[in-house]
């Protein structure tokens, strides 16, 4: 099952890198952008978390606060937050929970790896409304990021 625009987002509780609790029905009154991404230190999960980051004024201009999330634990992720100088939180979904519910986890990715998050985008209003869906198969693509802001209000 996949998600549409106009389905209410599924809630969640992840952790952050810095160990908190990140719970989406708590964000209600702002947009969320969930960007689900395969791995972290990898180039285009690199090339597209560092091009958020070099717009995150934009973002914040909208009232959106965006969200990495991988299957990465919280430590690697920490890891590649410092590295990359990423300016918005990492949420680690290490049990898959969360990619299973918003419909995006490979069951098989590369090197016979199962079980990791595929590239996709999600744009969810003040309500906790999906306003923009995004699920890309190929892990070489990036989400229309530009097309995902034209829809925040």
């Given at each position: 099952?996949?998600?549409?625009?106009g389905n209410?987002?599924?809630?969640?509780?992840?952790?952050?890198?810095?160990?908190?609790?990140?719970?989406?029905?708590?964000?209600?009154?702002q947009n969320?952008?969930?960007?689900?991404?395969?791995?972290?230190?990898?180039?285009?999960?690199?090339?597209?978390?560092?091009?958020?980051?070099d717009d995150?004024?934009?973002y914040?201009g909208?009232n959106a606060?965006?969200?990495g999330i991988?299957?990465?634990?919280?430590f690697?992720?920490?890891?590649f937050?410092?590295e990359q100088?990423?300016?918005?939180?990492?949420i680690?979904?290490?049990?898959?929970d969360?990619?299973?519910?918003?419909g995006?986890?490979?069951?098989q990715?590369?090197?016979?790896?199962k079980?990791?998050?595929?590239?996709s985008?999600?744009?969810?209003d003040?309500?906790?409304?999906?306003?923009?869906?995004?699920?890309?198969?190929?892990?070489?693509?990036?989400?229309?990021?530009?097309l995902?802001?034209?829809?925040?209000k």
């Amino acid at each position: 099952m996949s998600l549409q625009i106009g389905n209410t987002a599924p809630d969640f509780t992840l952790y952050n890198t810095e160990k908190q609790a990140i719970t989406l029905s708590e964000l209600k009154g702002q947009n969320v952008v969930l960007l689900f991404f395969p791995l972290a230190f990898t180039s285009t999960c690199t090339k597209e978390l560092c091009g958020v980051r070099d717009d995150i004024a934009n973002y914040e201009g909208l009232n959106a606060k965006v969200f990495g999330i991988s299957v990465d634990s919280i430590f690697s992720l920490g890891q590649f937050k410092k590295e990359q100088g990423l300016n918005f939180d990492l949420i680690s979904d290490f049990n898959k929970d969360v990619s299973t519910a918003y419909g995006c986890l490979y069951d098989q990715f590369v090197l016979e790896m199962k079980g990791v998050s595929k590239r996709s985008a999600f744009l969810i209003d003040a309500n906790g409304i999906i306003q923009y869906a995004e699920v890309l198969e190929s892990a070489g693509d990036i989400p229309d990021l530009e097309l995902l802001k034209s829809h925040i209000k």
